[in-house]
């Protein structure tokens, strides 16, 4: 079994190395793996949570390849950086650069592989998950699958390494003074939920990310009558999200694509 996970870590990493690319967007280049699959009419994008290595500046990482590989979709796997600081898929200067330029590259994808808006998928969890809100709302896509995103992103970037936060903030915020109209965009974008998309969330019931940020999201949606489906585990610790919440994508996508 350790050499079959061995042989399968390498192959990933060889795939990553053959089929990772660069889209010039307006603003940012943006990191992308595309994996198109000829007889499937759904898109699935994949957004990335942080990798613990903020402060050292390290590479972003695409999320969730080995959960996908097996399932007969396009995939597209976007990564979160401006010079190996993640931007929360929204973008530099106190602007939604990064979410546009996302998006652009989507649409470009969809358009060259004939997918219809209903057939997009745009799944991500913890800071995927609030980039999958944010991305799939302004697309208004089919489907959005998020697992404990953040609801106060910039207020969660509080909690994190000092060094990291510092970085962030600085890469996010054109001046400091734009941390509550940027977090307040940000919230507003989510909340901006198309009637036409169903909104999969997943969270464990003990994770303070539930506490702190999904459960205001969700009474906000339910104010503005929004709709959507929770999946609430019994667990405890955003950690152990790596661990539930490809369980709940890969059941997601199956009932989505096998309807």
């Known amino acids: 079994m350790k050499l079959f996970n061995k042989v399968k870590q390498i192959s990933i990493k060889q795939l990553i190395k053959e089929k990772e690319n660069i889209y010039q967007g307006k603003q940012h280049p943006i990191k992308y793996m595309f994996l198109p699959e000829k007889n499937s009419p759904y898109l699935i994008v994949v957004l990335s949570g942080f990798n613990g290595r903020e402060a050292l500046k390290e590479d972003a990482k695409f999320n969730y390849i080995k959960t996908l590989i097996n399932i007969k979709s396009n995939k597209l796997y976007i990564m979160d950086e401006v010079d190996n ?9 106190s602007e939604p650069n990064y979410l546009n330029d996302s998006a652009s590259l989507i649409q470009e994808i969809m358009s060259q592989h004939n997918i219809k808006r ?31 995103p953040q609801y106060f992103p910039l207020n969660y970037l509080n909690e994190i390494n000092e060094k990291a936060r510092t970085l962030i903030f600085n890469n996010i915020l054109k001046h400091e003074d734009d941390f509550e109209s940027v977090q307040n965009d940000m919230k507003e974008k989510m909340l901006n939920l198309d009637e036409s998309t169903k909104l999969f969330l997943h969270a464990g019931n003990q994770d303070l990310h539930y506490i702190k940020h999904l459960r205001p999201y969700m009474s906000m949606l339910t104010k503005r009558k929004k709709l959507y489906a929770l999946d609430l585990q019994h667990y405890e610790g955003h950690q152990n999200l790596k661990y539930k919440f490809p369980v709940f994508l890969t059941r997601i996508i199956h009932e989505i694509i096998s309807d």
Not at 85 to 93: A, C, F, Q, S
Not at 123 to 140: C, D, M, Q, R, Y
Request: aromatic share 10%; glycine share 20%; hydrophobic share 40%.
């Open 85 to 93: 600081i993640p931007t929360y898929y929204y973008g530099t200067k």
């Open 118 to 148: 209903e057939h997009l998928i745009i799944a991500g969890s913890s800071k995927g998950g609030t980039g999958a809100i944010l991305i799939g709302n302004a697309l208004k896509a089919g489907y959005i699958i998020a697992g404990a």
